[in-house]
């Protein structure tokens, strides 16, 4: 074991101390730090107090060499077992499989419990040979019970630690837990007599982040102050540190390196990857290790940290850059950004470089309708770059058209409508041009968008002339949009009608936004198709005409599939999902999940987890299963990422599963939060059902007189176009509810209307009960006998169990993306699995996944 280690101070880390004791009960253990972090003498420390035997072994370049490192692997063993360390280097490195399970044996024959061993190499980042990675990725893939290894290293070994991580056999320490606490710096100077006050602690540890290069720097300059002195200034430390690093590290680099690191120095993160592109020569990132500590790579973030002092020196030198080197590296690293979603990043870099082509098209990659925290900050971006007043097309195309449509997106209306307006004032009177034509186009979309959204409170539904409007201006001079901007967002429920109910109001809404289809189709590349049909799917379903429901839902997503209308597809199957329980079909239903799954697919549609989860959460609360359903559906702290306008879709689920769970107190407050529930009552169709369903609650909490109110509010709802489906869809609990109400004497519902609810509910709630106890089945058998699975069936259901998509399970069992269908399709009729996650949870219940590590 190495002596005499960072002789200027022996400062006992009982924290470190702690970590290594609880990290050592895993059987492989990394220490990963920059030079001078104390990892080797933290090491030391905890092994020279423990009853652990330390088999040190201190690696070098030469090392790389498989040779040379057996010597040196052998010598270090036979310090502590001469025997052994004479048979191992007998049998030399171990290439062959006998050569490996003869080294197995020897080191489980001689380190026997209860003598307790570590294996520690230090300065492991040496090691690259990759016989030599390989001979480690063997030796801890399969640890040995008496014998833990522990690597020391300045950067992330090229080890596979995924496997391992996974199967719970690793344990890591880092830099971050490396640093000196407050605590530690307080007891470091203390020992170095040095007297600090508690303002020039908390400064040096903010300053210093707790490296200890940095603070035995400090401790050596406090040293030579004169009395009366200040022991530490900060400005003084951030000159000496940028003398020290200028010195040391940045002025012996090559011009280029120097370069590449301000550059780096213009952006905020650095993923590796993004570093990569950055990098002209890829030398680049090799050089970097070399400058460890101040730039190190961070295997927990996929990326590079640089210390913030050097990242200050190195912002300190950002004008010896042109404006167009600037100008590149935040292009580029706009275009990586939002090429790996990652929006807000992209669309910073592109504010920083000037290009507003570049931001347009970072908002058109978007949804239509963006999550509310998104387009805020987004609409910061546009209207601090307008500010100006500067005409160029693309500073115009912002200030207009962008802008409304974030204003939009926010719910801004009265906004977005006066900028759209000021759009139209300003350029319909200037000569056409395609520049021009394109703001009028979307200033008209928008205005379109808001008629459609407010339709239902202002009752006007000539809606169709704004988005003909916009179609003259496409006309003239067209333009190509795809992706989702393109993709129709829609609200919590389709038919655009609120209250007051009145007969005719939802034909009138539908008849008003037919006409809009094939404006907004043709503008926008396919926007809406089939939402008319899915619109009249929704009021047939709610009238309880099932078979019209069905043959407009099959109309919507067959317009729907071809136009890449995802949301439409998703609610299209919502209803017939909802169809099929009616009707008792599991077979249907079973293909409408596979359907479902199936878009989860498609890269391209966004939100596609959230809205699965919602659709197949509303069915399980239906079903009275509440355990198969997303478990951010079942809490009321958790929300997902929507825009508003679908959070009454969200809410109702939400209030279901509380429901199906019995807990009619955590209905009422998910349907009574202004935040979630108030947004079902600018719909009819949602204040319908969130009445119902409040009545059904109040009465289950013994509030009988409330709930009949509530039920009469919610038939008057109902009544004037016969809306009977949210009344039969609570099946037994409205049985009761409607007798109930035929037994009051106060209750103003018609009885022969409650009766044949009452009927209809009850016969809904029996096809309920029995399809609900098909899912509580026991584990399948097939034909009387076990389900036994194919080699491949397996390997397939483990790739599924973690997570991959059918393309990656392709990729990984060497099949066709079709072969990989068929054996999922296989694998549900086998398991009798609705979806993947009753897969998943029914092969774990049969031990076919016992060994995965989902």
């Not at 191992?88 to 209860?114: H, K």
């Not at 170095?192 to 400064?203: F, G, K």
């Not at 309708?369 to 805020?376: F, G, V």
Request: proline share 4%; aromatic share 12%.
């Amino acid at each position: 074991m190495p002596q005499n280690l960072y002789q200027e101070f022996s400062l006992e880390r009982k924290r470190i101390d702690a970590l290594l004791e609880k990290s050592l009960q895993s059987p492989v253990v990394i220490v990963t730090a920059p030079e001078r972090y104390g990892k080797t003498h933290g090491v030391v420390s905890f092994l020279k107090k423990g009853d652990f035997t330390a088999v040190w072994v201190q690696l070098s370049q030469r090392d790389n060499q498989a040779g040379h490192f057996w010597e040196n692997f052998s010598e270090a063993v036979g310090i502590h077992n001469k025997k052994l360390g004479v048979l191992l280097a007998e049998i030399g490195f171990p290439e062959t499989n006998r050569q490996f399970d003869r080294y197995r044996a020897l080191l489980n024959q001689a380190f026997v419990p209860p003598q307790k061993t570590v294996i520690v190499l230090d300065d492991f980042y040496f090691i690259n040979n990759e016989m030599i990675i390989h001979f480690f990725d063997r030796v801890m893939a399969v640890p040995l019970s008496n014998i833990r290894i522990l690597l020391i290293s300045r950067s992330e070994p090229a080890l596979n630690t995924v496997s391992l991580l996974s199967r719970g056999l690793l344990a890591r320490i880092g830099a971050e837990d490396l640093r000196f606490s407050a605590e530690e710096i307080a007891e470091y100077f203390q020992m170095q007599r040095l007297s600090m006050t508690a303002d020039e602690l908390a400064q040096i540890c903010r300053d210093t982040e707790g490296w200890l290069l940095q603070l035995s720097s400090i401790a050596a300059d406090s040293k030579n102050k004169k009395s009366g002195e200040a022991l530490y200034s900060a400005e003084e430390m951030k000159m000496n540190s940028f003398k020290k690093i200028d010195g040391s590290y940045f002025a012996g680099m090559e011009r280029d390196m120097q370069k590449f690191l301000i550059k780096l120095s213009l952006i905020e993160h650095w993923p590796r990857d993004l570093v990569k592109t950055l990098a002209s020569n890829q030398k680049f990132i090799e050089k970097i290790e070399e400058i460890n500590p101040l730039i190190r790579y961070d295997a927990y973030i996929h990326g590079f940290r640089i210390h913030r002092l050097f990242l200050e020196f190195l912002r300190a030198r950002q004008d010896e850059l042109s404006a167009e080197e600037s100008r590149e590296v935040y292009i580029r690293a706009a275009e990586w950004c939002a090429a790996n979603k990652l929006i807000m990043e992209a669309a910073i870099n592109y504010e920083h470089a000037g290009d507003y082509r570049g931001l347009i098209d970072l908002v058109y990659s978007f949804p239509r309708i963006l999550p509310n925290e998104t387009a805020a900050f987004f609409l910061e971006i546009v209207e601090r770059l307008t500010r100006e007043g500067e005409e160029s097309w693309p500073l115009l195309f912002l200030r207009y058209a962008v802008r409304a449509k974030l204003l939009l997106a926010l719910g801004r209306y009265e906004k977005a409508s006066e900028v759209s307006r000021d759009a139209i004032a300003k350029f319909e009177v200037l000569p056409p041009g395609p520049g021009n034509a394109r703001i009028l186009c979307a200033a008209y979309i928008v205005l379109g968008t808001i008629a459609i959204f407010t339709c239902r409170f202002t009752r006007n539904y000539n809606i169709a002339p704004w988005y003909e409007r916009a179609d003259f201006y496409y006309r003239q001079y067209p333009f190509s949009l795809k992706g989702k901007v393109t993709q129709a967002n829609i609200t919590s429920y389709v038919c655009q009608a609120a209250c007051p109910a009145e007969k005719g109001l939802f034909e009138k809404a539908i008849q008003g936004f037919a006409p809009v289809i094939p404006y907004a189709s043709h503008v926008l590349n396919g926007f809406l198709c089939g939402a008319d049909e899915l619109a009249r799917c929704e009021f047939a379903y709610f009238k309880g005409d099932l078979p019209e429901a069905e043959n407009f839902a099959r109309k919507a997503l067959f317009r729907a599939h071809e136009k890449k209308q995802y949301e439409i597809e998703t609610r299209g199957f919502f209803f017939l999902l909802r169809i099929y329980l009616h009707s008792g079909d599991p077979r249907e239903i079973q293909k409408i999940f596979r359907q479902l799954e199936a878009r989860l697919e498609a890269d391209e549609y966004p939100n596609r987890y959230i809205f699965y989860d919602i659709v197949s959460g509303w069915f399980y609360a239906q079903t009275k299963n509440t355990g198969r359903a997303a478990p951010w559906l079942k809490n009321d702290f958790e929300k997902s990422e929507l825009n508003s306008y679908y959070h009454g879709f969200e809410i109702m689920v939400k209030a279901k599963c509380s429901f199906a769970e019995k807990n009619y107190q955590a209905v009422l407050k998910a349907l009574d939060d202004p935040d979630g529930g108030n947004l079902l009552e600018g719909f009819l169709l949602g204040k319908l059902e969130k009445t119902a369903l409040r009545s059904a609650s109040l009465y289950h909490l013994g509030e009988k007189d409330a709930a009949l109110q509530e039920l009469t509010a919610a038939y008057e709802m109902a009544i004037p176009d016969s809306l009977d489906m949210p009344f039969i869809e609570m099946g037994a609990d409205m049985r009761i509810l409607a007798g109930a109400a035929l037994n009051s004497k106060d209750c103003a519902i018609p009885s022969l209307w409650l009766e044949r609810i009452r009927k209809r509910a009850s016969a809904y709630g029996k096809k309920l009960f029995l399809f609900a106890e098909e899912l509580k089945r026991p584990i399948p058998e097939e034909n009387g006998r076990r389900i036994i699975l194919a080699r491949r069936e397996k390997a397939v259901l483990r790739s599924l169990s973690q997570g991959l998509t059918r393309e990656k399970i392709a990729g990984e069992e060497n099949l066709s993306l079709n072969a990989v269908k068929e054996i999922i399709k296989n694998l549900y009729a086998k398991l009798g699995a609705l979806n993947r996650a009753d897969a998943i949870r029914i092969a774990t219940a049969l031990g076919f996944l016992k060994n995965s590590s989902h």
